[in-house]
Nanobody
Framework: QVQLVESGGGLVQPGGSLRLSCAAS????????MGWYRQAPGKERELVAI???????NYGDSVKGRFTISRGNANNTVYLQMNSPRPEDTAVYFC???????????WGQGTQVTVSS
């Protein structure tokens, strides 16, 4: 059974920092991409950051220079370091894994991040 376990969400003050983690298990295929998307109330889900198996990354324009994505040594864990968060970063953050030759997509349940003083 595939599981994506997200952790690290919560309340953070503007200008603070927060780190999200996502651990994947039960995926039978080679993981090609891991990453994070987010969805704020009334808005569409949008890219935050992804990291490929080779280490290359992509970031959403609104988080470039503030957030950093990385993978754990076991390559089944992905982290999102959120520095200098802003109130507009408030959203539910979803972990994404893309695996196998057919690019199967697996989504986590989401973790709430609220940026507020």
């Amino acid at each position: 059974q595939v599981q994506l376990v997200e952790s690290g969400g919560g309340l953070v003050q503007p200008g603070g920092s927060l780190r999200l983690s996502c651990a994947a298990s039960g995926i039978m295929y080679s993981i090609n991409v891991m990453g994070w998307y987010r969805q704020a109330p009334g808005k569409e889900r949008e890219l935050v950051a992804i990291i490929r198996s080779g280490g290359s990354t992509n970031y959403g324009d609104s988080v470039k220079g503030r957030f950093t994505i990385s993978r754990g040594n076991a390559n089944n864990t992905v982290y999102l370091q959120m520095n200098s968060p802003r109130p507009e970063d408030t959203a539910v953050y979803f972990c994404l894994v893309i695996a196998g030759r057919k690019s199967y997509q697996y989504w986590g349940q989401g973790t709430q991040v609220t940026v507020s003083s």
